[in-house]
């Protein structure tokens, strides 16, 4: 009886023996992707600033930038104030809280400026951007005016 389960333990670990010992099936896999153009605009909104005084003679300008990264190497083509909003004139209308109006003309620079290579590795790019108030507009009360427009960037 004892050789009879000696025999046995035997035969399965001789099993397992040759189950451990076979080859591995292998096959090679190959692995493609696709990398798409990407951009997105990586500063919070940016703010521009005028001080406007309508003695003055001369037009309030504010200044600012809007930032970009792009996957390494895509470069957007352009910049530009979505214009749904805009006057006929293509000013827009700032507002108070008492819907007085102070208008101003928006620009942007066409082409960006190359910035380098951002800290992701992505590409880094600037949009200037600007506000003007014409001089002399003294229907508009003192007080704060405020529209929020959107910008587009193309790539």
Wanted: with cysteine.
């Amino acid at each position: 009886m004892r050789r009879i389960k000696l025999l046995g333990v035997m035969a399965v670990s001789g099993l397992l023996g040759a189950a451990s010992a076979a080859s591995p099936a292998t096959a090679s896999v190959p692995f493609t992707a696709t990398v798409a153009d990407a951009c997105m605009i990586t500063s919070s909104a940016p703010v521009i600033t005028l001080d406007y005084q309508a003695a003055s003679t001369t037009a309030s300008v504010g200044n600012s930038q809007v930032l970009v990264v792009c996957n390494r190497d895509t470069a957007p083509f352009a910049g530009y104030w979505d214009d749904t909003g805009f006057n006929p004139d293509g000013s827009i209308d700032l507002l108070d809280a008492g819907n007085h109006k102070l208008n101003v003309t928006l620009a942007t620079d066409f082409d960006y400026t190359d910035t380098g290579y951002a800290a992701n590795g992505g590409s880094s790019y600037s949009y200037g951007i600007s506000a003007t108030a014409k001089a002399g507009q003294w229907a508009a009360p003192s007080g704060s005016y405020t529209k929020t427009v959107d910008y587009l960037v193309g790539w």
